[in-house]
């Protein structure tokens, strides 16, 4: 059975820093890509940022580009989500997904996380 967990959601000021994790089960993660997408109260899921099955390409959102770096670790079957300079309008439940296209875009994706809660705030 395909298991996404994350983690490493939580409360930090903006410009502040948080790293999420995902970690993969029930699947053979390194044949897939990984993604990151995101949902704000009263808005549509967007995607954020998607690692290739080998980690060799990513994509990543204009919103967050030059700010968050996604990477992934195979042998422990885990991908991250390095946010740095945290805005109030990163606030949003993160969700990690796979068995999604990635390369100049992100597609939606068909395996889902249950996410977790970012709240940038002073």
């Known amino acids: 059975q395909v298991q996404l967990v994350e983690s490493g959601g939580g409360l930090v000021q903006p410009g502040g820093s948080l790293r999420l994790s995902c970690a993969a089960s029930g699947f053979s993660m390194d044949l897939y890509n990984i993604g990151w997408f995101r949902q704000a109260p009263g808005k549509e899921r967007e995607g954020v940022s998607c690692?290739?099955?080998?980690?060799?390409?990513?994509y990543y959102a204009d919103s967050v580009k030059g700010r968050f770096t996604i990477s992934r670790d195979n042998a422990k079957k885990s991908v991250y989500l390095q946010m740095n300079t945290l805005k109030p309008e990163d606030t949003a439940v993160y969700y990690c997904?796979?068995?999604?296209?990635?390369?100049?875009?992100?597609?939606?994706?068909?395996?889902w996380g249950q996410g977790t809660q970012v709240t940038v705030s002073s």
């Open positions: 997904a796979t068995d999604l296209w990635c390369a100049s875009g992100m597609g939606s994706a068909r395996k």
């Open positions: 690692i290739t099955s080998s980690g060799l390409s990513t």
